[in-house]
């Protein structure tokens, strides 16, 4: 994520704030409270006020991070390493740190020893514009458990829609920290210091004045500042076993409305039969499009309604009557294969050949999305030409079992705490490589996400659980990189080892208007000024390239 300067930090309490919330001794009274509805509590303008959004599958708690005056620094929190007190009365203060000549400390936070269990957190703030410089940690207390360490939380503007998408640009939109998983949770406090301030008179520094004294230092941070503890909600009632998991196919594209391909049958509606075969007469045919695919690229389509609303094995677009046609390739003897040394009319040309078997990947509906939060329609590209690879950042602490709660989670901060229209990612995969379907509008179309930062058309996303900046990640996931990645960018006839060009809609790295060369498959960090997917991740990627190319029969 963007560099940012990190400085130490001390940290205070004030005196606790009355708002007392319910407390919940353990796992089994907690998971029972979470299909109630949360009872209000009265409170007053001294009080750091709550709100959540609560339904049985997940909910949301929202608590301001506010400023400290010094006279609680009697009280305070202790520096990371040390054990946290927590306000005696069960209820939520106000976390801040060091006071800034005798008046209000710069520092912000929160504490709060008794909440509705969680499993997510992370901060978030009024303007997608605006920059958090500075320092932001967290700690835990599992419910029925210990306190955790210290964690960081790191900025998220570079995941996130284009700059001047209407995804970006709406009302609902925020600025905000990469979430964080940390397990079933009923505590938590959290603490923000802006980074390169001056603390004592006559000192220089990037809070200091003109006059040699000490500038308020809440100036440099975001107004707006929350903190957000996401709760994922229990697993709904699994789906047929069509609809939970699209199964393993063998490699062979189908054409579909849009210039777009398939693997598999084409059902009236314009998605794919789970399970079905290329007929016998369709093998060794690709397709040619003739003619011009239905309706304006980039405009939301409208969501069905009724019966035909509930989530599909392949959620499309509206589909027009076919235009597309195919005819026999040449023998693979007549075939040269194309090597990095072929001009790239050449390699077009040929590109039709290779394809990868579709791998198995679990749906929206297999992994518990709740549809109806997300934004009605959906917003496509006209093609796939780069695969963005990222992780996010939520830790590593996540069983494979989790892996749906995780994602439901991760889906419920993008849209609830972010104000994004849907789940930001088009795939994620777990550490077990096992791989879901991410943004819905169709697995196998060009769906535009909000993942990288001014590059998110004619793009796709994926994002492995976990973080990777300095742990390596599972050979599972890596490998299933290469199978989605074959077959995805198979279905658009692009080479895992090639290169292609982006022009960028404006970021850190490249100004908006650049004609940007990329690898097919590249790294986050290509396109934007940050370190994901993670240095050890990021390094996979050669032989993620070559193993994608192997199974598209390059």
């Known amino acids: 994520m963007r560099a940012y300067l990190a400085s130490s930090i001390g940290v205070a309490c004030t005196a606790a704030l009355a708002l007392p919330l319910a407390v919940y001794p353990g796992p089994a009274h907690a998971r029972a409270e979470r299909t109630a509805a949360p009872s209000s509590s009265p409170s007053t303008s001294s009080s750091p006020s709550t709100s959540s959004s609560f339904s049985s599958s997940g909910s949301t708690q929202s608590l301001p991070l506010l400023p400290l005056s010094a006279d609680g620094l009697d009280r305070g929190v202790a520096a990371p390493g040390g054990d946290a007190p927590v306000p005696a009365d069960g209820g939520i203060s106000a976390v801040g740190g ?58 998220y503007g570079d995941d996130g829609p284009d700059p001047d998408s209407p995804e970006l640009r709406g009302a609902r939109a925020h600025g905000g920290t990469a979430p964080l998983w940390v397990g079933d949770s009923d505590g938590v406090q959290a ?57 393993a196919l063998p490699a062979h594209p189908v054409p579909t409305p849009g210039g777009a391909a398939k693997t ?10 789970p399970g079905a075969r290329p007929s016998p007469g369709s093998v060794g045919k690709s397709p040619r499009p003739v003619g011009k695919s239905p309706g304006p690229v980039g405009k939301p389509s409208p969501r069905p309604s009724g019966a035909s609303a509930r989530p599909l094995p392949y959620p499309s677009a509206p589909s027009a009557p076919s235009t597309h046609v195919t005819r026999p390739t040449s023998p693979p003897s007549a075939i040269t294969p ?51 690879i990222h992780h996010t950042v939520t830790g590593n602490k996540y069983r494979c079992s989790q892996a749906p709660s995780v994602l439901r989670s991760i889906y419920r901060y993008h849209v609830k705490s972010l104000g994004w229209r849907d789940y930001g990612y088009n795939f994620t995969i777990d ?16 769906v535009r996400g909000a993942h990288t930062l001014g590059f998110n058309t004619n793009s796709m996303g994926v994002a492995v659980l976990g ?51 990329l690898h097919v498959i590249a790294g986050h960090r290509d396109g934007f000024a940050t370190e994901c997917p993670g240095k050890d991740l990021y390094k996979k990627l050669g032989s993620v390239r070559k193993t994608a190319a192997r199974l598209q029969g390059r």
């Not at 598999?264 to 039969?273: E, F, K």
């Not at 790239?344 to 050949?353: D, F, G, I, P, Y």
């Not at 550490?431 to 060009?446: D, L, M, N, Q, W």
């Open 98 to 155: 060091v006071s800034v000549d005798g008046g209000v400390s710069a520092d912000r936070g929160v504490a709060a020893s008794r909440v509705r269990p969680f499993s997510l957190v992370g901060v978030v703030w009024d303007q997608p514009s605006a920059d958090l410089r500075g320092r932001v940690q967290v700690r835990t207390r599992a419910v029925g458990g210990e306190w955790s360490p210290w964690r960081e939380l790191l900025p």
């Open 191 to 247: 603490r923000v210091r802006p980074e390169g301030v001056a603390v004592a008179d006559g000192v220089a520094g990037a809070g200091a004045d003109a006059g040699g004294g000490v500038a308020a230092r809440s100036a440099v941070l975001p107004s707006g500042l929350r903190l957000e503890l996401v709760d994922p909600g229990e697993a709904p009632a699994p789906p047929p076993p069509d609809q939970a998991v699209l199964r």
């Open 264 to 273: 598999g049958a084409v059902s009236a509606s314009g998605g794919a039969v």
């Open 338 to 388: 194309p090597t990095s040394a072929l001009p790239e009319a050449v390699t077009k040309a040929n590109a039709a050949r290779y394809s990868a078997p579709r791998p198995s990947i679990v749906t929206r509906a297999g992994w518990g999305a709740d549809e109806k939060i997300r934004e009605t329609g959906h917003v496509y590209s006209k093609t796939v030409k780069v695969a963005f």
């Open 431 to 446: 550490k077990c490589g096992k791989i879901y379907e991410g943004r819905s509008g169709g697995v196998t179309k060009a």
């Open 467 to 517: 973080t990777f900046s300095s742990k390596k990640p599972s050979a599972k996931a890596v490998k299933a990189i290469a199978k989605l990645t074959a077959w995805k960018l198979g279905l658009f006839k692009r080479n895992p080892r090639g290169t292609t060009h982006l022009v960028s809609g404006g970021g850190n790295k490249y100004k908006k208007g650049t004609n940007v060369k």
